[in-house]
């Protein structure tokens, strides 16, 4: 379908969202929340699609959650506002198929918070992160309490959401909320880059993974343990595990079906 303040194209086994409201630093609205809704059932339904990026337009990845939109919402709307966004970012944190953030400028406030609902981030130099909600009179709302603690640990959390501070990407790498940074000329390559890589290993192996990963994330150790013993288990109905294995003993590369 035809959206206005989001695209979304695919390339191959690639999928690409991009929060396309320049003029506004990429700010989340109503109608952007609405619109990644419908764009991540679309994602979800696509079944040739192995990895999706997330970023944004221009200089910015999002500036936040829209405050000019915010500044006049009843605590009703405030209560609506908040659940459509923290659904939307659930429903991306749960997508099957893997998720990079490409950060390419300001994830401030919500846009920290959407980057850290994707698997992994990826930031060129310019981006700068924070959560600067306190200096605003909330608290982060979609998720940011309790997904930032658990990528960086509660005293990084608590530091950049009590202090309001932003920090740029070399920050960020060092306290582990980014994985890679890169110089901007060699951003959208190296992104590019490792979606095919990840797009290019066995596709029921990755989101089994990515199950095993998250939902082994809320549970105790021996629960986890379990989990991952079972979806191991699942792998080796696939005939991607069979065809892995085989181009393994045959010394070639195996070509994945999603089967
Ligand atoms: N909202 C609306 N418009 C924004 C915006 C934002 N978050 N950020 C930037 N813009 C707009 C600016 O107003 C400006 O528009 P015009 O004045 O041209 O009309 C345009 O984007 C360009 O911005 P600047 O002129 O300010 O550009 P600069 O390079 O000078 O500064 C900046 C860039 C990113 C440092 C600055 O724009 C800035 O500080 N922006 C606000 C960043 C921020 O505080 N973000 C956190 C937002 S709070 C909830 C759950 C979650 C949330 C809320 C509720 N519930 C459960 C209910 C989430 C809250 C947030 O994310």
Redesign the pocket.
């Known amino acids: 379908m035809a959206f206005e303040t989001i695209k979304l194209e695919q390339d191959g086994f690639i999928g690409k969202l991009t929060i396309a409201r320049p003029?506004?630093?990429n700010?989340?609205?109503s109608q952007v929340l609405d619109e990644l809704d419908k764009a991540l059932d679309e994602v979800s339904a696509n079944k040739e699609l192995r990895v999706l990026i997330v970023t944004g337009e221009g200089?910015?990845f999002?500036?936040?959650?829209?405050?000019?939109?915010?500044a006049s919402?009843s605590p009703i709307e405030?209560?609506e506002?908040?659940?459509k966004?923290?659904g939307v970012f659930r429903k991306l944190e749960k997508l099957e198929i893997p998720t990079i953030a490409a950060v390419n400028g300001?994830a401030?406030?919500?846009?920290?918070?959407l980057a850290m609902s994707c698997d992994f981030r990826i930031a060129n130099e310019k981006a700068?992160f924070?959560?600067?909600?306190v200096?605003?009179g909330?608290l982060?709302?979609?998720g940011?309490t309790q997904r930032l603690q658990r990528l960086v640990g509660q005293g990084w959390a608590k530091y950049l959401i009590y202090t309001?501070r932003?920090i740029k990407a070399p920050k960020a790498l060092e306290i582990g909320l980014v994985q890679e940074v890169l110089p901007v000329d060699e951003f959208e390559a190296r992104v590019d880059e490792l979606a095919n890589i990840v797009a290019n290993n066995a596709p029921i192996g990755v989101k089994l993974a990515k199950e095993a990963i998250n939902t082994g994330a809320q549970v105790d150790i021996e629960s986890a343990i379990k989990i991952e013993e079972n979806l191991f288990g699942l792998s080796f109905a696939t005939e991607d595990q069979k065809a892995g294995m085989q181009a393994f003993v045959n010394k070639g590369k195996a070509e994945f079906q999603n089967k």
């Open positions: 003029e506004a630093l700010a989340l609205n200089r910015s999002v500036a936040g959650a829209d405050i000019k939109e915010m919402l405030g209560k506002f908040g659940k966004g923290l300001f401030l406030g919500g846009g920290c918070e700068t924070g959560q600067p909600e200096g605003l909330i982060p709302g979609f940011g309001a932003n």
